[in-house]
């Protein structure tokens, strides 16, 4: 059983920045797609930022040019380093995973594996 658990989430003021740290375990597919995808309350689920295992990286046009999706295949992580936090990506931050190579942002939301997600408040 593919198991996610999440790191990092916490309370930050606008303008600064937190990192999230997503470890995998349990899966033994050769190909493997992680990101992260968010929901704030009252709103619908957004795919925030994706990486293969090729290195593509896609990510929604809120965060582009503040956040970073890496991977590190060895430790069976993924991470997403955010910047400039605004009080708008206040949400509940789920890393989600999926076998084989897929590289669209929200295609995020419907990943098969999901992690129980990490909680990211930004004040204004």
């Known amino acids: 059983q593919v198991l996610l658990v999440e790191s990092g989430g916490g309370s930050v003021q606008a303008g600064g920045s937190l990192r999230l740290s997503c470890v995998a375990s349990g899966y033994r597919y050769t190909y493997f797609s992680m990101g992260w995808f968010r929901q704030a309350p009252g709103k619908e689920r957004e795919g925030v930022a994706v990486i293969d295992d090729y290195g593509c990286t896609a990510y929604a046009d809120s965060v582009k040019g503040r956040f970073t999706v890496s991977k590190d295949s060895a430790k069976n992580s993924v991470y997403l380093e955010m910047t400039s936090l605004k009080p708008e990506d206040t949400a509940m931050y789920y890393c989600?995973?999926?076998?084989?190579?897929?590289?669209?942002?929200?295609?995020?939301?419907?990943?098969?594996?999901r992690g129980q997600g990490t909680q990211v408040t930004v004040s204004s």
């Open positions: 989600a995973a999926q076998p084989g190579a897929m590289c669209r942002a929200q295609g995020t939301v419907d990943f098969e594996y």
